[in-house]
């Protein structure tokens, strides 16, 4: 079992870190540092120091714990661990190497048994950027943390990974009708405020059912500079807002603050780089999606210096995998996958895994 490493260990880390790298530099917005929080810091700020980017996802993986706790408040004095370029969490650590396929082969990996065993469907959508991707190895983020949490989880069937971009299919089509047994990259729903939400996020938390996370991302609120919404503090100061999150994206997290239509109004494109147009043309307020993708689509538009985060209101979404309720089957895929993640979060193999895929991400035009 390799030395745990990401969130085991957090303050031994921290402790290990600050020898390594010494006491002055601790205090630098530098990657490969522990950088110690001060009054007015946001995460998009130290990420943009640090990194020449305001999409501060790395950072969040590397002190899940930390910010999770408290993702709207930045106190001063709080230690975060700023990774190295590629997901080190420090200078000399080594990663495990991910640049083979850690599982077997779709086409090739069958089972050993005599006895049949259906393969396990799996279906994604192509171009969500870095979590699902034809472009990358085993197909993203999401992808490769799946395949290997079903080997680790004792996996020993077929697994088919196909890729139907109407994500709306998904949940409409393709797993009402066993077509495929799970879909992958779905928002966890907090479906204990079933009476805050719309009648499509209540059917997402009747009709589905999700593995444990499989990757947490942050949510965050963007803005022209001049919009009355640039610094709001609270989810009750965008009442009104026309709020643009792209087609077939849950807007649970936002139903649950109070934010449904009519208090505000949703526009939904098919893409993120269209609710970047529609902030820029003035046909939506607010900007809301995960902030890889929405950097990602802000810096294609060559906008980073004029579309404004908000640095006060940050939402935490889990990502799953998902089945129907009547899949049974899909329900026992989804106990093997589980079975698997804990182990790797255990290990540390997750956020190993998470470190290389990002790595490799960085290196593909986007």
């Given amino acids: 079992m390799r030395r745990k490493t990401g969130q085991c260990g957090w303050p031994a880390l921290l402790a290990v870190l600050a020898i390594a790298i010494g006491a002055g530099a601790a205090q630098a ?10 009054a007015g ?30 993702p709207n408040l930045l106190a001063p004095g709080t230690e975060l661990i700023l990774p190295c370029a590629d997901g080190r969490l420090r200078p000399d650590q080594e990663l495990s190497s991910i ?13 050993t048994t005599s006895a049949y065993n259906p393969p396990i469907k799996l279906v994604a959508g192509d171009g969500w950027f ?3 991707d034809t472009r990358l190895k085993d197909g993203g983020v999401l992808t490769r ?4 949490a079903f080997n680790r989880g004792g996996n020993d069937r077929e697994t088919k990974l196909a890729w139907v971009d109407d994500w709306g299919s998904h949940l409409d089509v393709l797993l009402p009708t066993h077509s495929f047994d799970l879909s992958i990259g779905w928002d966890g ?11 499509d996020m209540v059917r997402r938390c009747t009709e589905v059912v999700l593995s444990d996370p499989v990757y947490e991302v942050v949510y965050g609120l963007f803005t022209m500079p001049d919009s009355p919404y640039a610094e709001v503090r609270s989810f009750a100061d965008l009442k009104g807002a026309r709020i643009c999150r792209p087609d077939g994206w849950a807007t649970a997290d936002l139903e649950v603050e109070g ?13 993120a780089d269209d609710c970047v147009e529609a902030l820029t043309k003035g046909e939506a307020d607010v900007y809301s999606i995960e902030i890889e993708s929405a950097v990602a689509s802000i810096e294609r538009a060559k906008l980073s210096e004029t579309i404004r985060q908000n640095p006060y209101l940050i939402k935490i979404a889990s990502l799953h995998f998902a089945t129907h309720v009547t899949n049974e089957r899909g329900k026992e895929y989804l106990e093997l996958l589980n079975r698997g993640l804990t182990e790797m979060r255990e290990t540390g193999e997750w956020y190993d895994i998470v470190a290389s895929s990002l790595a490799e991400a960085a290196t593909i035009p986007n």
């Fill in 189 to 199: 729903i907090d479906c204990s405020k079933m009476d805050l939400l719309s009648d």
């Fill in 130 to 132: 870095p979590f699902t």
């Fill in 99 to 111: 640049t083979e396929r850690e599982t077997r082969k779709f086409e090739e990996s069958r089972a």
């Fill in 145 to 148: 943390l799946g395949l290997v």
């Fill in 29 to 38: 917005q530098e990657a490969c540092t522990i950088y110690t929080v001060k």
């Fill in 41 to 70: 810091d946001t995460l998009g700020g130290i990420s943009n120091t640090a990194y020449g980017t305001y999409d501060y996802q790395r950072i969040f993986n590397a002190n899940r714990d930390v910010i999770a706790a408290s």
């Fill in 259 to 271: 934010l449904t239509e009519p208090v505000v109004t949703y526009v939904h494109p098919l893409s």
